[in-house]
């Protein structure tokens, strides 16, 4: 059969599933983790097949690590079932509940979208948690996962489509596409896939959402930033910093840029400038930034010298030897290239690299967030409760936090078991998308016979009365 | 300025927006109710100038009837705003409150979108009532309407703008675009407008969905329909069909197709087409259906005479002379071209017709509802609960009825105040959209200083303890 016709296929059953029981759905979850514990072997060998071919095609380390699925992975995968198992149904609930008149009730329910269509990274345990995910929130899903580990994927989309079935959840309710053309025919069944959720680079979600029109769930750039404000604490702002730039800084959620209040600067900037140094965090910035780091290098003890040995040194204090490879704070300002114009400041860098810039105000660094971020993540380092209050109103991001780091954009860490992935778009879900992203709603309205005809001629009056959820 | 700028203008001033309070944004709505009753007699007088101008490019009475703004309009949109200052705040709901560890505490809340651009027919009361419902939800707009009514829309939005400035809101809250190449200029402005809400014809929704890259609330055919089960109350399904097919033909809401049970058909369907014969009502419908009509006339007492009195005469019984111009359900069964085949069931009227086809359950009706209907909104008449259960899971559909009329879907008759449209898209909002869809959330998170790295180490653990709302 075509995706196409797959597709058809699944849009048909989809109302099955989602009006199967939370019970069905958590059995077809433990089958699941069940079958994944039993075929284990089979599981792994696959998966010796999928990294034979990634060295063979000579992949990088860090991407190999990303195939592999052995022991570890798996045990993370069964945790990460049972923990979705113990999570609240997210559907079926009532969210309005309202007597429009007697005998009239009208109630707002959440029930699952549909058939969602996953295009992902190659990551094997991407697969089982997004297709547990759909199981658990009863949608249908068509899953598309990286070529590098077909064989892997193979092996748990049998084992997981497999325990749906034998569950009770119709045939059909889930489907693997492999090849690259099979996306564009699924790009134009847009009168069958609610939804589609691309994970990927930029560039990619962007080529999909310009190719179909079926709704995108996607994200953009994490231009995430962390401002420091004239009533920071400096001894919380360092560390917040650091895990916001260096804990993971391929992350969407690190923090690609540090604004500081001008009132502040001289004093933290050169102490933020050392310890972002000795951390490996290379500086950009504007004219003014490095004029400060310049002078204070130059006013500090042993001037040129400590300054770079604070920031070339490892942990330890000892002096590396060779300035070059070093970072470019250096007792004489940034380097030319590290002077920072209006626009450099969109740049996402996903490295050890941190912009920075001087602000006057709350407002004007809720200003530069606006226009130059990406409306992902952004942090105010502040003891001053107005200032905070103010800065969370103004930014006009997913996720706005005060005195902590940018990092924890995360489901996970936000409690919602696990995550599709982060949206940035403002409509339906924003920020990490957990089951309740999974979900819309519908209206369901009880009546007695009524007719529009009795209110429009004034026969009968609406009294609008909610009633208990 | 070019719409360009000044959308660019309007996003810059869209958080100071967001962050005025309930207080300013009722106070604004309230000056606007106060300027448009002082300045009723520049309105009427703008009002008759746009009417004039359309009576000499010769439009239609039903058009001129909404192009008209009078003393009746004006109270009708002041009670409006009256209404919607009355409505909760739709903005700073609190939606989560989660402890994630000692002193990190997570708060998801309800924010306005930023800034939406509203496309919206000729009609003057659109105007009034769009541009209060985001000044009340917090969200800057941009405002095009129909150009048979311009003058009118000048001097409304002139009072209007003028009332949320002297309220406090920030010049460039809201803005008006009158020149249709000005919507093409606004189609690409997709780094400065977060929503399109175009309302008119699904043509041209479809067209500003396929020329634009911002995320676009729209609504597609309103194909619904009434399935009459075999468990029916038959007195409850006539006058409801009535209803729900001829109280406004021209409405998404009214049914366009009558399901009927196979074991109910021969009593029901003779009795229903008699009704709705009276009621003006052409039948269209499968061979099998008209069929039954056809043997349920030759039945009948005096066979043809008596049926066609039913079909064409009048309320009060007496016989039209001309069976021409009637209604098709003659006793011979339906006129060739109103046998229909499966496509047919695509349908949209939005006139005197509706299509009829018989199922053997009520998963076939929600089977037929799911692949010909349009997602908008179902109903099914039965006394069965568990079939009313049944039908109201399976349909896919925003709204999903029992025992009243299709024509309740309306964000007025829900009691949601006011409403921008109905939304078959199934992301967000959707079925009637009022300030609940104007809104959206951000997550808040407050800290004491913790990093991501003590809770990747396991030095720390989450421990998610859910606060109070």
Avoid at 103 to 115: A, D, M, N, W
Avoid at 186 to 195: E, G, I, R
Wanted: aromatic share 6%.
């Amino acid at each position: 059969m075509s995706v196409r016709e797959n597709v058809r296929k699944m849009k048909e059953v989809s109302p099955i599933v989602a009006s199967a029981g939370a019970g069905m759905r958590n059995e077809a979850l433990r089958l699941a983790a069940a079958a994944l514990r039993e075929h284990q072997e089979e599981i792994f060998e696959a998966n010796r097949e999928d990294l034979a071919r990634a060295q063979e095609a000579q992949i990088a380390p860090a991407v190999m690590k990303r195939l592999k699925f052995d022991g570890h992975k798996l045990a993370d995968c069964l945790a990460g079932i049972d923990s979705l198992i113990s999570l609240e149904n997210p559907t079926g609930k009532v969210t309005l509940h309202r007597q429009l008149d007697e005998g009239l009730v009208l109630k707002r329910v959440t029930v699952p979208i549909g058939v969602i269509g996953i295009i992902f990274e190659a990551r094997p345990d991407a697969l089982v948690q997004i297709s547990c995910l759909c199981i658990k929130s009863g949608n249908c899903a068509v899953l598309k996962g990286g070529k590098e580990t077909a064989s892997t994927n193979k092996v748990l989309f049998g084992l997981i489509e497999d325990a749906a079935i034998r569950a009770g959840l119709p045939k059909g309710c889930l489907l693997q596409v492999s090849a690259h053309s099979e996306i564009d025919e699924l790009l134009t069944c847009d009168d069958c896939v609610d939804l589609l959720i691309p994970r990927g680079s930029n560039a990619f979600v962007r080529y999909i959402m310009d190719h179909t029109r079926i709704p995108v769930m996607g994200h953009s750039d994490g231009i995430c930033h962390t401002y420091v404000d004239q009533a920071a604490d400096c001894a919380l702002a360092i560390p917040i910093l650091i895990d916001a730039k260096t804990q993971y800084t391929a992350a969407c959620n690190s923090t690609e840029t540090l604004l500081v209040h001008r009132a502040i600067a001289d004093t933290f900037l050169p102490k933020a400038a050392r310890e972002l140094a000795k951390a490996g965090v290379k500086l950009r910035g504007t004219m003014e930034v490095s004029e400060i780091l310049r002078k204070a290098a130059a006013l500090s003890g042993d001037t040129a010298k400590s300054w770079i040995s604070a920031v070339q040194g490892p942990a330890d204090g000892s002096v590396s030897g060779n300035p070059v490879n070093g970072p470019v704070l250096v007792p004489g300002g940034f380097a030319a290239d590290d002077i920072m114009g209006e626009d450099d400041f969109r740049k996402e860098y996903l490295d050890l690299i941190l912009s920075v810039r001087l602000v006057d105000s709350v407002e004007e660094a809720a200003a530069h967030i606006n226009r130059f971020g990406s409306h992902h993540t952004d942090c105010i380092i502040t003891k001053d409760d107005d200032a905070a209050q103010r800065f969370m109103a103004l930014v006009d991001s997913a996720s706005v936090y005060r005195n902590c780091s940018t990092r924890f954009a995360d489901g996970f860490r936000y409690g919602f078991g696990a995550e599709v992935g982060i949206s940035t778009s403002k409509l339906h879900a924003r920020g990490p998308v957990g089951l309740d992203g999974l979900v819309t709603y519908k209206y369901l309205l009880e009546g007695s016979g009524q007719i529009v005809a009795d209110y429009a001629s004034g026969k009968k009056q609406f009294h609008f009365r909610n009633l208990e959820i």
